[in-house]
């Protein structure tokens, strides 16, 4: 009973054993793919990292990746045949150096103006605001048919 139990042992341990010693060496990790496709963003949602997006088309391109590592292409060459098929849409900031810039410096400038026209218009309502007159001893003459209607009312 023994040396059954002991041969059904070693038959499952080489059963285990064998596809762990066929696997090569140039095996992708998930830590490896989601590197680069942290780098990228979903296709389908917006605003979302391939690496954390849980839709069919990430599953996909994720797969795509972990091929393209497989085959020995780099990080960059990656992300740049992304972008050749898909656009700068693909990474979330424009590959092209002077739209980088673009993109980084309109913002600013958009706030500094409207910063500028708020200043400006502040200024110029503290400028062109009236003085405060003094209050009248006597009531004008608009103002007394209204004040015996209300000195009517509060007296009864």
């Known amino acids: 009973m023994r040396l059954r139990w002991l041969f059904l042992s070693l038959f499952v341990l080489s059963?285990?054993?064998v596809p762990a010693l066929a696997q090569d060496g140039n095996t992708v990790t998930d830590d490896e793919v989601n590197e680069v496709a942290k780098k990228l963003y979903c296709p389908v949602c917006e605003n979302i990292p391939?690496?954390?997006?849980?839709?069919?088309?990430?599953?996909d391109w994720r797969y795509e990746i972990q091929l393209q590592?497989?085959?020995?292409?780099?990080?960059q060459e990656i992300v740049d045949d992304f972008i050749a098929r898909f656009g700068d849409r693909v990474v979330g900031v424009p590959q092209d150096p002077l739209l980088a810039a673009i993109s980084m410096i309109v913002p600013i400038l958009m706030i500094g103006a409207?910063?500028?026209a708020i200043l400006l218009l502040g200024?110029?309502?503290?400028?062109n605001?009236?003085?405060?007159?003094?209050?009248?001893?006597?009531p004008t003459a608009d103002a007394s048919p209204y004040r015996d209607?209300?000195?009517r009312d509060l007296a009864g």
């Open 50 to 59: 391939l690496e954390y997006c849980g839709t069919a088309a990430c599953d």
């Open 149 to 151: 209607i209300l000195e």
């Open 15 to 17: 059963v285990l054993v």
């Open 123 to 127: 200024f110029r309502w503290l400028r």
């Open 69 to 75: 590592l497989e085959a020995g292409l780099s990080e």
């Open 129 to 138: 605001r009236p003085e405060p007159t003094s209050v009248a001893a006597e």
């Open 114 to 116: 409207s910063l500028l």
